[in-house]
């Protein structure tokens, strides 16, 4: 099968980072009932997510989505891509963040069960080259929680 024409992607993430943002943004969905995050900033030393959450996670909880986050990583899972039309990803992930100009045809990136979302980012192939997810810092303002974060020891080579 020829590979669909999907939108250029204007950025070149570190792959272990990025797979990590899906698992952290499936992580908050599940665990607090918010979206996604609504702005991110991936990069290959630290990255920063901001989620729309009505207050500040506790300590406990914070503890809880390191705990998860590398759990999920340990569990060594496939990172798979396939292609959708937006009817059919409709189905299967939040298109609330899609830009408005996307191809029709849209790349649907999935993380063994445990995660699923439009995405034209590089990723590792498989969990185990992620390395460790750690919480640098973290604030909230009254309705955003801004986490900072990285991921530590990574095998990953490109």
Request: charged content about 25%; hydrophobic content about 35%.
């Amino acid at each position: 099968m020829e590979e669909p024409v999907i939108n250029a992607h204007n950025k070149e993430e570190y792959p272990p980072m990025h797979t990590c943002e899906h698992i952290l943004n499936a992580t908050m969905v599940r665990m607090f009932g918010c979206p996604r995050s609504r702005n991110a900033h991936i990069e290959r030393k630290k990255s920063k997510c901001d989620y729309l959450l009505t207050a500040a996670p506790t300590p406990e909880q914070i503890d809880e989505i390191v705990r998860t986050v590398n759990d999920v990583i340990g569990r060594n899972l496939v990172v798979t891509v396939s292609y959708l039309t937006h009817e059919e990803a409709a189905q299967v992930v939040d298109l609330s963040k899609l830009p408005e100009n996307a191809s029709e045809m849209l790349r649907i990136v999935r993380v063994g069960d445990y995660d699923a979302c439009a995405c034209a980012g590089a990723h590792v192939q498989n969990t185990a080259e992620i390395g460790r997810f750690e919480i640098l810092s973290h604030d909230f303002d009254g309705n955003r929680w801004r986490v900072r974060w990285r991921v530590v020891d990574s095998p990953y080579s490109a």
